[in-house]
Every structure is written in C-alpha cells, then in structure tokens.
C-alpha cells in the first residue's frame, strides 16, 4: 500500500486572534440554534483521524478526551505536527467561551488520531490502525467513539482501507470523509478520492460563504451534502487562529453537526441511534441550493433545516411587503 496525504488545501491567513466567535460556517450551517436548546454536543465522542492537535490550545485543551499517535514510535505523543488537525479540531469542538472561535459543537469530546506526519503524509495501514482503534475505544463512563472524522484522501481504493470503514459502520460509527479538491469548477463531471467516495462513509462537499460550489471540489454521485469549506477560520497551533479553504474544512463541519444532533435526538428516542438513523438524520438536515446532485448531493447542511427555511422565507417575506406595497400604491396613483 502506498501513502496517503492530506487532499490539498489552501491555507489562506494566519490570524493571532479572532474578530467574531461564531464563524459563519458554523452560523451558516444553523449550529447557534441548537446551542440555544442547551444543546452542545456533551454526551458524543469524535475521533479526528488527521496530523494531531495543539492539545495545549485554549480553545481545545478541555474538549480532549484521548488520542493516540500511528505514525511513529511514540504512541502517546498526538500533537499537532503540522497544523491541519488542530484547525479541523477547532471547527468541529473549539469552547464557546467568549474568545476565540466557537467549533460546532462546543462540548464534544475529542479522540485524537495522529495518521499523518509534518509533511501531511501518513501510511494507509496507520489508518486502518487509528479507525480499528477508534471503534474499540471507550472512555472513563464507557463513552464510545460515535463519529469519525477524516479530512484526508488519495486517488488509490484501498479493500484493507475500505473494509475498515465498513467494520466502523457496523459498529454504529458515523464515518466522515471529504470529497476532495481536485475539482474542475464543472459540476456534473466526476472526480474521485478516497476514502471519501466509498458509498460507506458520508462524503462532504465544499461551499463558500455566498454558497456557492467552490471551484476546488469534487463532484461524483456519492456525494451526500455539501457544508462551508472556503475561508474557514478555526484554531492554529500556538493558540492562534487561522483561515482554510478545502473540502477539508467543509468534513469537520458535518462531524460536529452529527455529535449535535446524536446528542439531541438520542435524549428525545431514550435510546441509542443506529448509524443509519444518524445517517438519516443529516440528510434530514439539508436544503438543496440549486446545484445538481452530483455536487451538492442531499444539499447544504443546515441544522433545523425546515424550521430554518420557512423562518428564511417569511423574513424574505416581511422584507419584500414595503416594495410591494410603495409600488402597489405608486400604480394607483
């Protein structure tokens, strides 16, 4: 087996602070309204498989539940080596705490999975190894992993590699990927990463802030939404903060969203959801932004999806009346 890396990305700003707490993906994808439900995501566990993180980060360091290192001889170093994982972290659990950023779930753990090394390379079988061990982990109370997070991909299907995912999915693991950024800015032809086209996994689209399709990403009939994934600022080695642009920044965004809505919907069932009923449950959580299925699949992630939509539309409603009405009274006159 040959190596895999991150799916290339841009890193567009580094920042020493953050202007707004909320960033607009997270604002975008309707996340603040579970927050005012009292719902942050505190009962659910997310491995993020990517090149570690800044554990030491005022933003992360009391979301870190564990994590284990698969690329070298010293397991129980799984710092950040690069930046990438830190950054993803950030997105899907940075602490709602007035400063900084606020990741989409605020009160999510994290399993930390260091796969890949400070060049963004990592080795297939160490993936393999880091999926295997998510899936078997349990925490101080026996909490489980319930979503795997994976912002990583290269163009080889790997049978060891996919036959991992499908013993996660077994087990009740959601499993995260994203689509990829070797995207022509055409949107019914298709490109290919894996392990994010596996039909297993929920395969993340990228949008930008006006959202749009960004250029950058893939397009193929497995994709199952599309979330923001241009200028995403989030959490950066050395307690600063940073703005990316990939599909990887769109992944961690779902990865959040699904601790969100596992957390809230496993307390209104009284049991426990089946990886499919998860599955459901965030496609339940989309609304289509006119692209074809090929790019934005399902559509656009956003929490409340039917609540939000009929709010947008009688907000565009009440805006359009005073137009109406001056234009109505102008041909009467």
């Not at 990438?84 to 999510?108: D, K, R, S, W, Y």
Request: glycine share 8%; with cysteine.
């Amino acid at each position: 087996m040959s190596e895999v890396r991150l799916i290339p990305f841009v890193m567009e700003e580094v920042l020493q602070s953050a202007k707004e707490e909320i960033p607009y993906g997270v604002e975008m994808i309707n996340a603040p309204a579970f927050w005012k439900e009292g719902e942050k995501g505190g009962t659910v566990v997310v491995a993020v498989l990517d090149t570690g993180c800044d554990i030491n980060h005022p933003e992360l360091k009391d979301r870190i539940a564990g994590g284990r290192n698969f690329v070298d001889s010293n397991p129980d170093d799984y710092t950040d080596a690069h930046y990438h994982g830190t950054h993803v972290a950030g997105t899907i659990a940075a602490t709602l705490n007035e400063a900084g950023v606020a990741g989409v779930a605020p009160e999510v753990k994290l399993l930390i999975c260091r796969v890949l090394g400070k060049d963004g390379s990592g080795s297939y079988q160490g993936i393999i190894d880091a999926i295997d061990y998510a899936v078997k982990w349990r925490g101080e109370n026996d909490e489980r992993v319930r979503v795997i997070s994976m912002s990583l991909g290269g163009p080889e299907d790997v049978p060891e590699l996919h036959e991992s995912i499908q013993r996660a999915v077994l087990e009740d693991v959601l499993v995260v990927c994203a689509a990829g950024n070797e995207g022509d800015n055409k949107e019914n032809t298709d490109e290919f990463a894996y392990p994010g086209a596996y039909k297993e996994v929920v395969e993340v689209g990228a949008v930008d802030e006006k959202m749009k399709l960004a250029p950058f990403s893939n397009t193929n009939d497995e994709i199952d939404l599309v979330a923001p994934g241009v200028n995403v600022i989030s959490t950066y080695p050395g307690n600063k903060y940073a703005k990316l642009s990939g599909t990887s920044m769109a992944t961690p965004h779902v990865s959040g969203a699904a601790a969100l809505l596992i957390a809230r919907e496993e307390k209104l069932f009284e049991r426990k959801l089946t990886e499919a009923e998860v599955y459901a449950q965030l496609v339940k959580n989309t609304l289509s932004i006119g692209l074809t299925k090929k790019a934005e699949g399902n559509g656009l992630l956003v929490l409340n999806a039917q609540e939000k939509a009929v709010c947008d539309q009688e907000t565009f409603r009440v805006m359009r009346t005073p137009v109406e009405t001056a234009a109505s009274i102008e041909s009467d006159s």
